[in-house]
């Protein structure tokens, strides 16, 4: 075959090659990293399937909602820096717990890196040594930028999934930590999702 009859099959062989290896939008939104925004909607995200109420006091300088049927306050706000406030399910599927640290500096949304991730995941394993299968991802929404950890641990009454959300807001560092058992968490990570998303607080 002479090199202007192969010219023509070489350039649809390229084309062809070019076509199987591009990727689609819905492909990359598949395969996107934890980090990504695509990847990380369902971690942050109200549902209209559950109603909730407010948990809002002027002890506290948070807020957030909890589901309106079956939910109840546990806990009030704890002492000096350290501030933890709990709710929970009265069937105990369900667990939320807020702290407050306070930093020595405020944060940027610009400050909330990988590194800073990875001090987070870093922290929670000091704080919760039987702590494992560590997910961790940066979400940005809301005209925020938080840090999220999936892991599994050792409850009281057997495995638990939890995820903690960190966010830094002015120079306070909250963390929201949603709890259930190991197999019903999946059920109940949209209401996990729609807590953190409604949270807020005052600088």
Not at 57 to 78: H, R
Not at 87 to 105: C, D, H, P, W
Request: hydrophobic share 45%.
């Amino acid at each position: 075959m002479t090199r202007a009859a192969y010219a023509p099959l070489l350039l649809l062989t390229i084309a062809f090659l070019l076509t199987a290896n591009a990727r689609t939008p819905a492909a990359d939104a598949r395969q996107a990293k934890p980090g990504s925004q695509s990847g990380a909607d369902l971690w942050l995200a109200r549902t209209a399937k559950v109603k909730f109420n407010l948990v809002k006091s002027a002890a506290l300088p948070f807020e957030f909602e909890i589901p309106k049927k079956d939910w109840m306050m546990v806990g009030g706000p704890g002492p000096g820096a350290e501030m933890q406030i709990v709710a929970t399910s009265k069937n105990g599927e369900g667990t939320i717990l807020v702290e407050r640290t306070i930093m020595r500096q405020a944060l940027d949304p610009s400050d909330i890196t990988d590194l800073f991730m990875e001090l987070e995941a870093d922290t929670l394993k000091k704080r919760q040594p039987t702590g494992s299968q560590l997910e961790s991802r940066i979400i940005e929404g809301g005209g925020r930028r938080i840090v999220a950890i999936e892991f599994t641990r050792a409850g009281l009454a057997g495995a638990e999934r939890a995820r903690q959300y960190s966010f830094p807001i002015g120079e306070s560092l909250y963390r929201l930590t949603c709890a259930a058992p190991a197999g019903a968490f999946d059920k109940f990570a949209p209401v996990c999702a729609h807590i953190a998303a409604s949270f807020a607080a005052r600088e």
